[in-house]
Every structure is written in structure tokens, then in C-alpha cells.
């Protein structure tokens, strides 16, 4: 199925649009004041505005999300939050240490491992994945390097899924759709374009690199990519699930928005849901401070070795007008800083990453948006992006 991208307002870049889902939508109760923790001191530091982020997320549940756990982070300053509920119909607070669906935020964890086997010989960029995987694809598709499809260039079109609309793949979320299945769609359909061309961000670049790594280590993607970029960076609370509907261990429910027939609202508890077919573009489930740590690490050089491999992550495609996608990332520029950008959606859950290179400022979060797939950027992810870049002069 393809994602859905947006290119020029600053939400737009960091979020992907949220859409979540039978609980009787109850009385969505103010939930108690969130937490924080300290912003940068000093009468030269420009550190979070700690104002302006518990605003984002206060008033929590509403209409738009139940749930939203923040760390920015960064040598600028700290600030954590979290506010919401663990549950509609409990009501008690949110745990700010929650596990969540993570969604395309795993793509960089992906990026990393085919980076990291780079480094070590086993993978060449330039290569064509059909070397690699020469079963895979048919004659109309021309040579895709691995390069482009860390950089969604390679013009291989989306894969099928359950359905396009949230009530097709609602009934079928607890079956299995595999990553195999979804490459033989996609691969039917013939190329979208000639490899190196166009950027089209899509799933099925990572779903097609996943396959590729399970190829060259004869491992499987998960068990790889534990062992080369969660271990390494620390990540004890991250996993992928496979065709395990549950989230293991603590985590706050998720639910979809829905519109009945007479006009009334109710709340979908999503919460389960068979993540298989995102596989390695977006199955994976973590936490806040997991992916921090992912984030603070890789740009340390301390997963993918510091050198042509790791600039891969911060190499944008230059002969492609409009593209901003790298390896697993993707630029933005804002306030006179630039921001490397993962966001990542699955119905129940919104989460996003960013960070300047230096370090100087970092943003991880978890929204429980109620419509975490929708058309329409999710009210409190944007704002909470637009509070954490926001740079404030600390008196």
C-alpha cells in the first residue's frame, strides 16, 4: 500500500498523516497534567521551549489522540512530557514509558543493517538487488541498485494490501498478508519508472531490503537486525512482532475515530493488530527512549562506522529535483537548521524522529492518534513538532 508523503509544510515532513479505530466512544475525560523534565540553563542556551511543549499535548484525551509521549532532546537543552491515558475506559495516565507501534521508523533501523553489511563487505550499493534476489523480479524491471532503494529510486510501484480503506483492513487484522506476497503484487504490476529517475517513497524499497538481508546472512531480518543496530545502540525495549497481533510488555492502547451510520463517534480499540506485511518497512515496536538512543547512536558512528557507508544516511539523491529522501531518512531544513526526519504510522499509533547531525538538538515521539493513517496531519503531532524546534534564548 502506498504511504502517504508530504514535502513542503514542517509538519508535513515530519508527520505522516495519523489514522487509528469498537469501544463506545465514552467521555473523553482530561487526563492528569503531564510530566517534564529540565530544558537547557545558562544565559547562552537556546534550549526547548518547555512552555510551549506542555501546551501541545495538554487537554489530553481528545478527539484527535488519546495518548503522547515526547523526549527532545539533544546538547541544547532536555525536555520530557507525556499526557493522555492508558486506556479509554480505565482512564487512568498514560505510561510514559510505553511500548508502541513504531511504523516506517523502522525503515532506519532497516537502512542501518543493509549499511552496516556494507561496511562489512557482504553488500555492494552499486549493486543490483536482482544479483542478490534473481528470482525476484521479471524481465521489464531494468538493474536497482540497493542504493536506490535506500533512497526510494528505484521505481518498483506498491504492493497490495488487505485494502485501501480502514474498515478492509480492520477485519482483516488478524490475518497474515507476507512480505513475499506483497513483493509478488507489486513486482505484477510492472516498474513505475526507470530505476534512478523519479523518488517515490514507498514501503515496498524496505520490504525488498528486508528480503535482501534475510538473502546475504541466510538470518532472518529480525534476528539481523537485533544483532547489528538494536543491540549496538542499546534498544532492550525494541522487537519486531512478526504475525504476533500483541504488543508484549507495557504499552497504552491505540484506537481508530469512527463514524457510525447515525452520525455518532466511536472509538476503535486497535491496539492488536498482525503487523506482517510491513515487515521491514514497519513492523517494528519500541519505545521513546529506545528510539532516541537509535537516533543519538547512529549519528555518534557507533552502528554504522563513520565514513561512506554512514554518509549514505545524509546523502540526498542531487540530480533528482524535489527529492529529500536519503537512506532510512530524510532532510528538512527549518529556522536555519537542518533536521534529519523519520515519521511512521500505524493505525492507533503516530511516532516520529529528528535530529540536527551535530546533535544539538533531537525530537523523539509517540502520538496515540485516533486517525493515525488520515489525509490530514494529526492536530497534536504538529503540535508538538512545531513546539520542539522552536528555539528559545534561556534567560
Known sequence: MRVRTRSTALAASLVLALAAGPLAAPALAAAPAPAAARAA???????PDAEALRAAIAGLPDADATAALVRVGGTDGVWRGSAGVHDLASGRAADPDARFRAGSTTKVVTAAAVLRLAAQGRIDLARPVQQYLPDLFTPAFRPITVRQLLN?????PEGDGWGNSFEAQYAHRFDTLTPQQVVRSAVAKGPEFAPGTRQDYLNINYTVLGLLIEKVTGRSYASVAERLVLRPAGMRDTYFPGTDPRIRGPHNHGYQRVTK???????????EWNQADRFAAGDMISTTADLERLLTSLFRGRIVPPGPQLEEM??????IEGATYSAGLQRFAYE?????VKSGSRYGYSAAIAGTRDLSRT????????DAKGVDTNPVAERIVLAALKQVAQE
Open 314 to 319: 545524509f546523502t540526498v539523491p542531487a540530480n
Open 336 to 340: 536555519g537548521r537542518v533536521y534529519w
Open 152 to 156: 526510494h529510486t528505484s521505481g518498483i
Open 363 to 370: 525530537l523523539v515521539y509517540s502520538v496515540d492518534a485516533t
Open 41 to 47: 540553563t545558562g544565559p547562552d542556551a537556546t534550549g
Open 261 to 271: 451510520a447515525d452520525g455518532t463517534t466511536e472509538f476503535l480499540d486497535v491496539t
